[in-house]
């Protein structure tokens, strides 16, 4: 039988990988997760609504050169990463515990060097339109934590946020706009580093074609 919530969340708690609200880290790595939190000068990739950590973790398994922050809010989720990356002994993978809107409180302006965002929830309905983590609130607030010329990645199997995604950034005329409708028959697969997430997996199976998309700030 797998472990309750209750179990994970009091796991996750004691995890030196996990930083959430209550802890004595919360908020006060601002400017300074590189320093204080993983010891060094690497450049640092967040991944927003990480879910389970399986890109956060991916990432990490592939260049150890570079620091990697999962967030989400769902500590269950959270475990299972923080797990992963535990057992692996990764050392450049951390977890932050809180909502995305709350990034400015955790991050300093020009702090982070790359954000994904891989397959989100659509949020398909119009009175939600300003919750997809794709939407210009959004883009606003990733733009001033990233560095001048930092990297945004989507990945979503939803053809809905994809055409969505793309009109909002046509309104904005990022730099460097990159884009497919079928990233496994594009030549860009080299971007996303061959890393397949549980549900990706399962899209595939079914037929469904992933879209991707990059665009500096």
Known sequence: ?????????????????????????YGQLVGKWREEFFGN?????LEVGCGRGEYTVGMARLFTEKNFIGLDIKGAR?????????????ENVAFLRTFIENLEENFAEGEVDEIWVTFPD???RDRDIKRRLTSPRFLDLYARILKPGGTVHLKTDNQ???EYTLEVLQERQPKDLLYTSDL?????QEHT???YTTYERRYLEEGIAIKYLQFKV
């Open 41 to 45: 000068d690497n450049p640092l990739v």
């Open 78 to 90: 959270i475990w299972k990463g923080s797990t992963m990356a535990q057992e692996e002994d990764l």
């Open 193 to 195: 580093m061959g890393i």
């Open 184 to 188: 496994y028959r594009s030549d860009l």
């Open 1 to 25: 039988m797998g472990r309750s919530k209750l179990e994970k969340f009091a796991a996750i708690a004691e995890r030196e990988n996990v930083v959430e609200a209550g802890d004595e880290l």
């Open 122 to 124: 659509p949020r398909p």
């Open 160 to 162: 809905m946020l994809f």
